[in-house]
């Protein structure tokens, strides 16, 4: 058993709404080989992993996946099963997977629900490894197996902080990504409206006020000239000066460093010379600034401020045991580790108590050691600092809280100049005015943790991560921009411009992806084919960007999924006969399946704008039945599908009598004139109509004014607007036509329309990319014989795999399937040459149409050409 390949989905994509892990397995001799045939397997298989056996199969109940092992399963689907378990072991709630075939006898894909590529990658390394060890009667060692695992989800997982943010975030329907798994900043929202969060900072909190908090004698400066009570303090550079400035403030003290966190470094209540040196020494740890202050007794507590409101108060007790009367302190320490919402670091609702120096040293000033055993009820403190980061516990106060101290809790937020502060202050209670009790603010914290808020041991949980997205998102404000996804076979490409370039003409910032580049309003910010979900990320995450139109296409949607989440308006111009046979995809049927996604992830009441004309395209209505539907047609009175839509009250886009409606029920609106959109040659090219009406159906279900979109329509010019689809070039009487028509039906297209110019003959450059079925070059050839009178075949400069000169051979073969003279057919590989050719075997009032692959190469070329050519001519006159 071999995995071969392994790849993660992060969002919605063809196996699933949901992020999966893809991987291809070889079985090897085991791939036509079932459960029950392996003596024991099943028997074994149970006692190591006895959850499996209340697994759902298919859609079976509960125990299903049992009664397949005893029937007999492949192990594929055996291997899905085992890591869906072991994902269960880990805490995971997850259900779906798939394994299916991908060639007889031992190649499979298997598809199981993960949250993470590394987590997933090792979850089926052990899945396989289980398996292949059972089968072979070999030692299964699954717990050790399981405390990797788990190591590994506790360094990629989020926080228990950052997932309130995030879970909030997710419920309120907003869009939310993590940037990376090695970090845990979020991104919430999309295009301007982006707003992002590491740990709790915020897209609005400035630098300013995280440098004052974070320097803690500034902070100190700044909060006592406004009034304010903070200890008396000095800071020192040594343990003379620490020793000094302690006897001139008075015993007991408090020694930290000035820029550190999370309690690290801090000793508290020090009343001895020998204490205060070994507190000096620990806090040098951390920063060569250090701070001797008045010690203040009473209760720690943390407010938290979030955009100048109170939002919780906890108090915090130091890290503690409790004695039983018949264990150590240390002994303690491990069972309360035991806790299970204790972990490492941030990664629990509170942090394991770490035996150091400090706690050595706590327990010594009370004359105790690890080895004390308390008796049963016995409170012994480890730490001074009541840090959680430092395994102190947290008791929510928030409906205690002093109305004086909130005022002052909301001052100190806007003086130091934080939208979210954690403030740290110690009085005797805090349902007391700070000014009554000799209490002080201690600290002011950006960044403030949030599990004590959280998570209380005792208390009231505060829906904390809440009170932030609010904050970043009030109630009512946008949170995503508009998203129109376009997808298709032919035609994505010049309705996505055209999309674009209407909504651009009113005034908004338009992000676009296409087969050309990832484009900001004209600025091409990634150049090449950029149709996939990371360049639709490019986009949605560009602050600048007011809309996005996101040409979406199979390519993308198989390998890696889609790079958005829900689109308000989705597109499908058509689906028709190319790339099959390529990536699992071999009929119209798979086809469908694939665009569909982009029409399932569609916003409840979102709209799908689909081709009336295709029988497959009119069919992804019953798909998402939740949208809208807008559909189109060139030929209203004859598809009855458009009719029985209006009728029933639907709404569309046609072509009637050369004019462009929109019709809602019975009602028709005429929009434009054919003659007045100049891409559409005065109606002649049927193709572009067609995507016209796409783009205006997109356009409507965007709530565009009609007169911009007919401005859009009159403005909006092929050779400038959309280069490389029916671009047109004129030069003293010949006509060159550049399409990258690379299909049966795009080749029909522009040869449907080349055929309605006036002309004296037809010279047709030939050629297609080189990862089509063999028959479709063939086809291709056999088209085109009804249309030129002179075939120049070239090929791709990227022969994507194929052999040179194979392609141009079987366009030969359709070509002469046809009865085409073989003196009217030429093979001339590359494509500036195949070019040159065309302009030089032209004359006056000739047609060159040119399928190309690099388009600025094959206009320079022939327009070049041609200027050569007519300088010639005037030279021999």
């Given at each position: ?43 074994k298989l149970l006692e190591i992993l006895p959850g499996i056996a209340e697994h759902q199969c298919g859609i079976s109940k509960a125990k299903g996946f ?10 594929g689907h055996v291997i899905e099963h085992v890591c869906l378990e072991i994902l269960k072991l880990l805490e995971y709630n997850l259900r779906f997977g ?488 071999y009929t119209l049927d798979d086809l469908f399946f694939v665009k569909s996604l982009v029409v399932e992830a569609v916003k409840d009441n979102g709209y ?270």
């Open positions: 058993m071999e995995i071969l390949q392994i790849k993660h989905y992060n969002g919605r994509n063809i196996y699933a709404h949901k992020p999966v892990l893809y991987l291809e397995i070889d079985l090897g001799k085991y791939g036509q080989r079932e459960s029950k045939e392996i003596k024991g397997f099943n028997e049992k009664k397949r092992l005893e029937e007999g399963t492949f192990f798939k394994t299916r075939v991908i060639k007889e006898p031992n190649q499979y894909f298997i598809v199981f629900e993960c949250p993470y590529y590394q987590l997933g990658t090792k979850v089926a390394e052990c899945a396989v490894k289980l398996v292949k060890n059972i089968i072979e009667n070999k030692k299964v060692n699954l717990q050790k197996e399981l405390v990797k695992l788990q190591k590994i989800k506790s360094n990629i997982e989020l926080g228990p902080s950052t997932m309130a943010i995030y879970m909030s975030a997710k419920n309120k329907k907003i869009p939310v990504k993590r940037l990376d798994t090695e970090t845990s900043m979020l991104q919430l929202g999309t295009g301007k409206y982006l707003k992002r969060v590491n740990a709790t900072i915020s897209s609005f909190t400035t630098a300013l006020g995280v440098d004052i908090a974070c320097d803690k004698t500034l902070t100190k400066k700044i909060l006592e000239k406004s009034g304010i009570n903070v200890p008396l303090g000095q800071i020192v550079y040594t343990e003379e000066q620490a020793l000094e400035v302690a006897k001139n403030i008075g015993l007991p003290v408090v020694i930290k460093p000035c820029d550190g966190n999370q309690g690290k470094g801090v000793t508290l209540n020090l009343q001895t010379d020998s204490e205060i040196r070994k507190a000096y020494k620990l806090a040098r740890i951390y920063s060569n600034k250090i701070m001797v202050e008045k010690y203040i007794t009473g209760k720690h507590y943390r407010i938290l401020v979030v955009n100048g409101e109170v939002v919780a108060v906890a108090e915090r007790l130091p890290a503690h045991v409790i004695g039983t009367g018949c264990h150590t302190i240390k002994e303690l320490i491990d069972l309360e580790n035991q806790n299970p919402l204790r972990g490492e670091n941030h990664d629990k609702p509170l942090t394991k108590i770490k035996i150091d120096p400090v706690v050595k040293m706590v327990l010594a000033k009370q004359k105790k050691s690890l080895n004390y055993i308390p008796a049963k009820g016995e409170k012994v403190f480890l730490r001074e600092n009541a840090n959680i980061s430092t395994g102190g516990i947290a008791i929510d106060v928030t409906d205690d809280i002093h109305y004086e101290n909130v005022l002052l809790a909301k001052r100190i937020g806007k003086i130091v100049g934080l939208d979210i502060a954690g403030i740290d202050l110690v009085t005797e209670d805090i349902a007391k005015p700070l000014t009554k009790t000799n209490g002080a603010v201690i600290e002011v914290n950006a960044s403030p943790g949030i599990r004590m808020h959280l998570y209380p041991s005792v208390g009231t949980a505060r829906q904390v991560g809440e009170k932030i997205v609010d904050y970043l998102f009030p109630e009512g404000s946008p949170t995503s921009i508009p998203i129109i996804s376009i997808t298709g076979t032919n035609g994505k490409t010049t309705t996505t411009r055209l999309i674009s370039h209407i909504i651009r003409q009113c005034g908004f910032r338009v992000g676009m992806t296409t087969t050309d580049g990832v484009f900001i309003d004209d600025y091409m910010v990634m150049e090449g084919d950029n149709t996939g979900p990371i360049s639709a990320q490019v986009v949605l995450d560009d602050p600048s960007v007011e809309v996005a139109v996101l040409e979406t296409a199979r390519g993308g949607i198989i390998k890696r999924g889609l790079g958005y989440d829900l689109a308000d308006v989705a597109v499908v111009t058509n689906i028709t006969d190319d790339h099959l046979g390529q990536d699992g995809i799908l704008v689909l081709n009336a004309d295709d029988c497959y395209v009119r069919k992804m209505a019953k798909v998402n039945k939740k949208a809208q539907v807008i559909y189109f047609t060139l030929n209203p009175e004859k598809n009855r599908y458009f009719t029985r839509h209006l009728a029933i009250g639907g709404k569309g886009v046609f072509c009637k009598d050369n004019i462009v409606y929109y019709a809602v029920g019975d009602i028709s609106y005429p929009i434009i004139l054919l003659n007045k959109v100049p891409f559409t040659i005065k109606g002649k090219a049927l193709h572009n109509v067609q995507n016209a009406l796409a783009a205006i159906g997109a356009c409507i279900a965007l709530n565009t004014e009609k007169k911009e979109i007919i401005k859009g329509l009159q403005s909006f010019d092929n050779n400038i607007h959309n280069p490389g689809r029916l671009n047109i070039y004129q030069e003293k009487g010949i006509t060159v036509l550049l399409d990258y028509g690379h299909n049966q039906d795009g080749y029909l297209n522009v040869l449907k329309f080349a055929k309605s110019l006036k002309y004296r003959k037809m010279i047709l450059v030939l050629g297609a990319p080189g990862d089509r079925e063999n028959r479709q070059y063939v086809e291709m050839g056999k088209l085109a014989s009804d249309y030129g009178n002179i075939f120049i075949i070239k090929e791709d400069e990227d022969l994507r795999g194929r052999k040179p000169g194979e392609v141009a051979q079987l366009f030969k073969e359709g070509l002469l399937a046809k009865k085409v003279d073989e003196g009217q057919i030429l093979i001339i590989k590359e494509e500036d040459q195949a070019v040159k050719k065309a302009v030089e075997l032209a004359d006056n009032n000739d047609l060159i149409v040119v399928f190309y692959e690099k388009l600025q190469l094959c206009k320079d070329i022939a327009l070049k050409a041609l200027q050569e050519k007519q300088e010639k001519i005037e030279k021999i006159v």
